[in-house]
């Protein structure tokens, strides 16, 4: 079973990108969803996640320093992170991009868009 | 000289978008443009807005439209909503609306910065002379209307290139 972190600390964020995830086939994962990245760093050292998706505006800390965190770490630095973001345009998504971001996702998101971003997720 | 879009235009379909997708809601504008929400049903939220510019974004809009609006998202009935949901729901609504009109109103190589949503209590700050306001409704004529205040955000709706 697979086990998916969100990160973001609206609750109908979380809802609206669980709801994606479910309708694109993630129905039976393990979803752990938090509200910043600190939690995030919390739940993905305590069990390693498949996938961690996260929103880059949030407080305690936000999505740039979680992703920053993640590649820095030895045990993490291979996790596949999706940004999901109000926040982006091309420029935010070159930096992410090169920060070593997976994919980034504009809000609002929507279930085609979330397939395209995580077909090589799915298919493996 | 900062390169943008036309600020108007970039708000519209910034609301548009985000209302359309996030709750099948389709959104117009309010056939009286001095039209004021009632203080008895007004609920509102703002965040700011800090590179390039500097400004603040409000969203207002009646509590009937707000219920509404939570109750379409999370799926449940006017009763199950609770005033936490229709908070989120309300500054999810800003986040997301503020976040698609930078990126409109903003060339692709330019990034920006913008806070997080606090919902605000009572009364609507009083607008600056220079601030823009957008009245719009639902097609249920329920009212949602969105005002930039800064002077640098609002000199950009001057000067679009």
């Known amino acids: ?124 | 000289m900062l390169k943008h879009k036309p600020l108007y235009q970039a708000m519209q379909q910034a609301v548009s978008q985000t209302l359309e997708n996030m709750a099948f809601t389709e959104v117009l504008e309010h056939f009286d443009p001095d039209y004021e929400i009632p203080a008895t049903e007004l609920v509102w939220t703002s965040l700011l807005i800090s590179d390039p510019v500097q400004g603040e974004i409000r969203l207002a809009m009646s509590k009937t439209l707000l219920e509404n609006l939570t109750a379409t998202i999370f799926a449940l009935e006017l009763e199950e909503i609770s005033p936490a949901q229709s908070k989120d729901i309300i500054n999810e609504l800003l986040n997301t609306i503020a976040g698609l009109f930078m990126t409109k109103l903003l060339e692709d190589d330019q990034s920006y910065a913008i806070g997080l949503p606090h919902t605000g209590e009572g009364a609507l700050p009083k607008l600056e002379e220079t601030s823009i306001a957008w009245k719009l409704m639902t097609a249920d004529e329920e009212p949602l209307q969105l005002f930039a205040v800064g002077t640098s955000l609002v000199a950009l709706n001057a000067s679009a290139e």
Do not use: H
């Open chain 1, 1 to 124: 079973m697979k086990r998916i972190i969100i990160a973001d600390d609206s609750a109908t964020a979380r809802m609206f990108i669980r709801r994606c995830l479910e309708i694109i086939g993630l129905s039976d994962a393990e979803y752990v969803e938090v509200e910043n990245g600190k939690e995030a760093l919390a739940a993905a050292k305590e069990k390693m996640p498949d996938i961690l998706l996260t929103d880059l505006n949030m407080p305690v800390m936000d999505g740039e320093t979680l992703l920053k965190w993640v590649k820095a770490s030895p045990k993490l630095c291979e996790l596949p992170v999706i940004v999901i973001t109000s926040a982006g345009n091309p420029a935010k998504e070159a930096q992410l991009l090169k920060l070593g971001a997976r994919q980034v996702i504009n809000k609002p998101v929507s279930p085609p868009v979330m397939l395209k971003a995580l077909q090589d997720f799915l298919d493996n």
